[in-house]
T-cell receptor
């Protein structure tokens, strides 16, 4: 069975500093990995995905993610955080039966 | 505009009174799914559907029903709501390919008193 872990409930970073939100996964077969962001009182918005190929994936709003097969990780990164990046971030894997499995979420706070 | 539409956005109801939350998508997606979001518990899947007339239980199906009679609609039915079903509910849809992302509705905040 597939699973996703986000080891940090909360990440705090100062504005202008780089940010990383961690994600590890477990899936049989090739991993199809996704990151979503949820702003208050809104639905989840798609940020980026890893399907195959280059291990560094670029997405919306300046976010990127690094896929590491040996560490089964898919960490979300941004070189310079903005206060407006403060939100809840979810990592997801699409696996058995083409179903999506989401991690528990990580709350990112960017401090001015 | 491509979207997933949920209705209602907010609902307060009483214990035991049957209700339906509708979900509709206009992208011709095969896959649709319902999730509930509770503080500290992340997103938990209730039911999902790979196509018309094909539905499967997720992690927390108890107390819920779904149907998929048409490709675009995937209603969530609570036949006898209880207070522990107070939650934020999300519908999502996607194409069936493994490399396609899901699109989410805006959410339905349900309160059962």
């Amino acid at each position: 069975a597939q699973s996703v872990a986000q080891p940090e409930d909360q990440v705090n970073v100062a504005e202008g500093n780089p940010l990383t939100v961690k994600c590890t996964y477990s899936v049989s077969g090739n991993p199809y990995l996704f990151w979503y962001v949820q702003y208050p009182n809104r639905g989840l918005q798609f940020l980026l995905k890893y399907i195959t190929g280059d291990n560094l994936v670029k997405g919306s709003y300046g976010f990127e993610a690094e896929f590491n097969k040996s560490q089964t990780s898919f960490h979300l990164k941004k070189p310079s955080a903005l206060v407006s990046d403060s939100a809840l971030y979810f990592c997801a894997v699409r696996g058995y039966g083409q179903n999506f499995v989401f991690g528990p979420g990580t709350r990112l706070s960017v401090l001015p | 505009e491509a979207q997933v539409t949920q209705n209602p956005r907010y609902l307060i109801t009483v214990t035991g009174k049957k209700l339906t939350v509708t979900c509709s998508q206009n992208m011709n997606h095969e896959y649709m799914s319902w999730y509930r979001q509770d503080p500290g518990l992340g997103l938990r899947q209730i039911y999902y559907s790979m196509n018309v007339e094909v539905t499967d239980k997720g992690d927390v199906p108890e107390g819920y029903k779904v149907s998929r009679k048409e490709k675009r609609n995937f209603p969530l039915i609570l036949e006898s709501p209880s207070p522990n079903q107070t939650s934020l509910y999300f519908c999502a849809s996607s194409f069936s390919g493994m490399n396609t992302e899901a699109f989410f509705g805006q959410g339905t905040r349900l309160t059962v008193v």
